[in-house]
């Protein structure tokens, strides 16, 4: 299946992974064609087009449009390129209204989580994230008629980078948080040779002693 929406290191402070193993992620599915849809800018697409080209990838190009509402939150909606230059040319326009998508032409236009008027999008995009905003998107459909797409919420490329998409975004620690058993701490202090943990754990079981008085 076609990945429609993707986000790389680009969209700063909300994705995490390099344009490049991003690309790589998509090629190891087996995808045929993907869309880099990144947070304001289109910084990523020349490294996104060399990249996804030497994986044997069809690239496509896009970005995210934020659509200010009377109650000052910022939904986004987007848009992939089918003429490269009405593309680039509307995204360095940077539309704020729906009047605006309304009249874009070039583009393919998605609803996101910011369009209502059928007249400014031509498909209605699913996303894993949210539930509400997934149910919002239905009843977009039910109530306009406009054809619903499959996109992946894509901060991180692989489930393997989780904990450094948690560490780098977030600012969790990456470290264990919770009562460890004794090979969870052997896991934790893999830094130590097994003579420096039999010690310290020696140790321990003797502080517990000394604790029962």
Same mark, same amino acid.
């Given at each position: ?51 996804l ?18 109650a ?28 605006? #998508? %309304?009249?874009?032409? @070039? ?7 910011? $369009?209502? *008027?059928p &007249? ?21 459909h ?23 998409? #948690? %560490?780098?975004?977030? @600012?969790r ?6 009562? $460890?058993? *004794?090979? &969870? ?22 502080v ?6």
């Amino acid at each position: 299946m076609p990945q429609l929406r993707v986000r790389s290191e680009c969209s700063f402070r909300e994705a995490f992974g390099t344009v490049e193993q991003t690309a790589q992620v998509i090629a190891d599915l087996g995808v045929k064609t993907a869309g880099l849809v990144d947070t304001g800018g289109t910084w990523g697409h020349v490294r996104w087009e060399k990249a996804l080209k030497s994986a044997g990838v069809q690239p496509a190009f896009g970005t995210e449009f934020c659509i200010p509402t009377e109650a000052k939150a910022k939904p986004r909606c987007w848009v992939l390129a089918e003429d490269i230059a009405a593309f680039y040319r509307l995204s360095s326009s940077k539309p704020t209204t729906e009047a605006e #998508l %309304a009249a874009a032409k @070039g583009v393919i236009r998605f609803a996101g989580a910011a $369009l209502t *008027d059928p &007249e400014a999008f031509d498909y209605i995009d699913l996303n894993p994230r949210s539930l509400r905003q997934s149910k919002h998107a239905l009843d977009l459909h039910r109530s306009t008629g406009k054809p619903l797409v499959l996109t992946s919420d894509c901060d991180y490329p692989s489930a393997a980078q989780l904990p450094e998409y #948690l %560490a780098w975004v977030d @600012g969790r620690k990456m470290t264990p948080q919770t009562i $460890l058993r *004794d090979d &969870e701490l052997r896991q934790a202090f893999w830094f130590l040779d097994d003579a420096t943990f039999h010690a310290a754990r020696l140790n321990t079981f003797e502080v517990g002693e000394r604790l029962q008085g």
